[in-house]
C-alpha cells in the first residue's frame, strides 16, 4: 500500500514539472515574440526615417542645381539682350539658368544671358557686344551669341577672343538670325538658339563641354535662409532708371520690374521669376565720349544675397575667371533655380544704390 502510495506521488510530481515547463517555455516564447515584433517596428520607423530624405539627383544642370534626366554636355550659350526701354519686353529671358546685368552707355543696362538647362526656340532682341560681357561668357566656356561690334571688339572677336556667333554676318537669315517687322533697329533681332549649336558646328566650333557648377543647397537643407527681412528691393541706377524684386511665396520667387513696370515674356506672358538675385559693387570708368565703360569683374569686393524674402551681405570674389558670391571664405550655397546678377557701381555703391524693406 505504501509502495502505491509512493508511485502516485511520483507520477503526480512528473506531470507537475512537466506542465510547469510547459508553461516557462510558453512564456519564453511569448517574450520572444514580443522583442522580435518590437525590432521590426523599430526598423520599419527607421526606414520610414530614411525614406522621407529625398535623395539626391543622379544629374544636375550645373548653373541651375535642378535634376537632369541625363548627363548634359551640350554647351552653354551666353546671349547679348538688349534692355533698352524700347527693346522691352523681351523673348526668353525667362529661360536663361543665369543673367548678368551691366550698365552699358549712359545709365542703360543690357544683358548677357546665360542658356543651359532650357533652349527657347527664339531670344532677344539681340545686341552689340561689350568687352565685360565678352569676359563673362568667356569665364563660363559659353559660346558667345551678339549682333555687331565696334570695330576694335570686332578685330580682338575675329582673332579667336571667344568663340562666338555674330548677327551682322547672319542678319536676317532665317535660320539663325531674324528681324522683327514690329520694332525698329536695333530693338528688333532676334536668334533662334535652338539652331545655333549646329550652325557652331559647322563653323567648326566646339559645342559640347562640361561646366562647372555653382554651390548649390542640398535638397534636404528645409533650414530657413538667414538674413535681414528684404521682400521688396529696388536698385538704383539714375533718377529714371531702376530695377526692382517683389519677393513672392506663391510664385516662389523674386519677380523681376524695370522702371517700374513688371518684366514679363512677350511670347509667353510669363513674368520673370528669381530663386537667387545677387547684387555685386564694382569699379566702374567710362573710357570714350560715347559713353562706353570699363568694368571691373576681376578684383572682388561686397554685395547683397537676396533668397526667399532675405538679404544676406556678402562678398564676391573671381574664382575660375567667374564672378562668385562668397561667405566667410566659402562660395555661398545658392537655391536651385534661376539667378540674376546686377552690377552697381562701386560710387555710390551698394548702400546708396539699394534699398530695401
Not at 512677350?266 to 560715347?290: C, K, M, R, S
Amino acid at each position: 500500500m505504501k509502495k502505491m502510495i509512493w508511485l502516485w506521488a511520483l507520477v503526480l510530481t512528473i506531470v507537475l514539472v512537466a506542465c510547469s515547463g510547459g508553461e516557462e517555455s510558453e512564456q519564453e516564447q511569448s517574450t520572444e515574440d514580443e522583442s522580435s515584433t518590437e525590432e521590426q517596428e523599430t526598423d520599419e520607423s527607421n526606414e520610414s526615417e530614411e525614406s522621407e530624405e529625398t535623395s539626391e539627383p543622379e544629374f544636375t544642370y550645373p548653373l541651375t542645381g535642378e535634376e537632369a534626366d541625363e548627363e548634359i554636355n551640350r554647351r552653354a550659350l551666353a546671349v547679348m539682350v538688349n534692355n533698352h526701354p524700347s527693346a522691352r519686353p523681351q523673348t526668353g529671358l525667362t529661360d536663361a539658368d543665369v543673367v548678368y546685368e551691366f550698365l552699358a552707355e549712359g545709365y542703360i543696362t543690357r544683358l548677357v544671358a546665360l542658356y543651359h538647362s532650357e533652349l527657347p526656340e527664339q531670344v532677344g532682341p539681340v545686341r552689340s557686344a561689350r568687352s565685360y560681357y565678352i569676359e563673362t561668357a568667356k569665364a563660363h566656356d559659353a559660346l558667345y551669341i551678339y549682333h555687331g561690334a565696334a570695330n576694335f571688339i570686332e578685330e580682338d572677336l575675329r582673332n579667336g577672343w571667344v568663340d562666338n556667333l555674330n548677327g551682322a554676318y547672319h542678319d536676317d537669315d532665317k535660320h539663325l538670325f531674324r528681324r522683327s517687322s514690329d520694332r525698329q533697329a536695333p530693338h528688333n533681332s532676334y536668334v533662334f538658339l535652338n539652331n545655333a549649336h549646329d550652325v557652331a558646328s559647322n563653323k567648326g566650333i566646339e559645342t559640347e563641354m562640361e561646366h562647372e557648377g555653382y554651390n548649390f543647397r542640398s535638397v534636404n537643407n528645409d533650414e530657413p535662409v538667414e538674413g535681414e527681412t528684404a521682400e521688396s528691393v529696388n536698385i538704383t541706377y539714375s533718377s529714371n532708371r531702376s530695377v526692382s524684386y517683389q519677393y513672392d511665396e506663391n510664385e516662389g520667387g523674386y519677380v523681376r520690374s524695370s522702371d517700374g513696370q513688371q518684366n514679363s515674356d512677350l511670347v509667353t506672358g510669363d513674368p520673370i521669376v528669381l530663386e537667387n538675385v545677387l547684387i555685386y559693387e564694382t569699379g566702374h570708368e567710362v573710357i570714350d565720349d560715347a559713353g562706353r565703360r570699363e568694368i571691373d569683374i576681376q578684383s572682388g569686393g561686397q554685395g547683397y544675397a537676396l533668397q526667399e524674402g532675405k538679404l544676406k551681405e556678402i562678398e564676391w570674389e573671381t574664382v575660375n575667371d567667374v564672378m562668385t558670391p562668397m561667405v566667410d571664405g566659402e562660395p555661398l550655397e545658392l537655391l536651385p533655380g534661376q539667378t540674376w546678377v546686377n552690377i552697381v557701381p562701386e560710387s555710390p555703391g551698394l548702400t546708396e544704390s539699394v534699398t530695401y524693406e
